[in-house]
């Protein structure tokens, strides 16, 4: 495994892997990694010649600069996970090899960015779009693989690599979970044992919601019993809980069409922000 640090050292080594017509998977992490970011290398390892693994906390998408600095780090763990896995590349830049300048470039991505993480995050949406961009640029994946857990954000790329034609296939990978229904984040590091047990309530609230719709419910119902649910636990702090269009991920009223949704979740625990989601298909 090989580690690249500089972004012209690493354009020629894909020069000469594209010139060997090798594919390359492209998986984007901020480290601290965990058996989700393990299960889209292990595809990324099945589907393409070379698999490039990049770790890098972007500080332009982080709108609160404590979680920034008490971003979990576990490099040499992290180096050693990857390296028995067998991936080819670590692409791990130093902020100031990405950021030589703070971009004065601005995405902003309309309706997709008006409900979720993007209404409470402010900013956090072209920071993720542009450290993409920046990484499709420079390696050039064939395929990038995103994990379910960030739906949102997968949407936005989604809508990035189609607005701007890039040429690359975008892979969706589903939530890795322990085993009490907890979504793994690398943020859960920072919970205490306690913490990550009542966190496991997040996903049930969502189970318990998903089923109610399979059975017929009312979307409202649905919602609302989710919310009630979690209210019995007061160390969880919820900041949305927003069933949204799978498609679009316009929020769903009366007059919503489709039968794909998903239900979104927000919230902290112990100070701690997580968020997790559910696909609905009625
Ligand atoms: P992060 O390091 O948190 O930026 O995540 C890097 C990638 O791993 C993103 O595409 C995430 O959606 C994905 N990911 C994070 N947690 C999980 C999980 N529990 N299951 C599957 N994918 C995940």
Avoid: W
Wanted: charged content about 20%; aromatic content about 6%.
């Amino acid at each position: 495994m090989k580690l690249l640090q500089e972004s012209d050292h690493s354009r020629s080594i894909i020069k000469g892997l594209k010139s060997a017509n090798k594919t390359i998977g492209l998986v984007p992490t901020m480290g601290a990694l965990h058996q989700g970011h393990i299960s889209l290398v292990r595809e990324s390892l099945i589907a393409n010649n070379v698999t490039i693994v990049t770790i890098f906390v972007n500080p332009i998408q982080f709108n609160n600069p404590e979680d920034f600095e008490k971003y979990p780090n576990s490099i040499q763990d992290d180096l050693d996970l990857l390296e028995d896995l067998g991936v080819d590349y670590v692409f791990m830049p130093a902020v100031s090899e990405m950021y030589a300048e703070d971009p004065i470039i601005n995405l902003s991505f309309g309706h997709l960015e008006k409900v979720m993480e993007g209404k409470h995050r402010p900013g956090h949406f072209s920071g993720v779009a542009i450290i993409v961009a920046k990484l499709f640029n420079i390696l050039a994946p064939d395929r990038a693989y995103f994990g379910q857990k960030d739906l949102q954000q997968l949407k936005i790329i989604e809508q990035m690599v189609s607005d701007l034609s890039m040429d690359v296939d975008l892979i969706m990978m589903p939530i890795i979970r322990e085993k009490n229904g907890l979504a793994m984040s690398s943020r859960n590091r920072r919970l205490s044992r306690q913490g990550q047990e009542i966190a496991s309530q997040i996903s049930s609230s969502l189970i318990m919601a998903h089923d109610i719709l399979i059975k017929g419910g009312e979307n409202s119902e649905a919602v609302l019993s989710a919310k009630v649910y979690l209210e019995q636990y007061q160390e969880i702090n919820t900041e949305y809980l927003e069933l949204v269009s799978y498609k679009d991920l316009r929020p769903v009223t009366a007059d919503t069409q489709t039968n794909r949704l998903v239900l979104c979740f927000a919230g902290y625990v112990e100070g701690i922000r997580l968020i997790d989601n559910v696909i609905v298909s009625k």
